[in-house]
């Protein structure tokens, strides 16, 4: 059994910084692409971006461009969400996700339905 657990999220002004952390348990962590979605009130989830399993290719939403960073440290068992010049369209739960039954160096995929494993979430709320 796949555990995760977010950590990190806060309320952070516009402009600001939060490092979320996923801490992943029961199985092995290298096995997975992982990656981050969030979902703000009255939406959809939606995907954010996403790690190979070895750690050299990411993918990621547009309008995270250059804000967003993920990245994973498989000695840890951790992946991480590094947030800058944060927006209050932003603000939303922020869940990490593990997709198995991929290549090394596959990307993750951007449909919630293929990951496999869920975080409980955390909350990132940016006021303006």
């Known amino acids: 059994q796949v555990q995760l657990a977010e950590s990190g999220g806060g309320l952070v002004q516009a402009g600001g910084s939060l490092r979320l952390s996923c801490a992943c348990s029961?199985?092995?962590?290298?096995?997975?692409?992982m990656g981050w979605f969030r979902q703000a009130p009255g939406k959809e989830r939606e995907f954010v971006q996403s790690i190979s399993r070895n750690g050299l290719r990411t993918r990621y939403l547009d309008s995270i461009k250059g804000r967003f960073t993920i990245s994973r440290d498989n000695a840890k068992n951790t992946v991480y969400l590094q947030m800058s010049a944060l927006k209050p369209e932003d603000t939303g739960v922020y869940y990490c996700?593990?997709?198995?039954?991929?290549?090394?160096?596959?990307?993750?995929?951007?449909?919630?339905?293929?990951?496999?494993?869920w975080g409980q979430g955390t909350q990132v709320t940016v006021s303006s």
């Open positions: 029961g199985r092995t962590f290298s096995d997975y692409a």
């Open positions: 996700a593990a997709q198995t039954r991929v290549l090394s160096n596959a990307l993750g995929s951007t449909a919630a339905a293929d990951y496999d494993y």
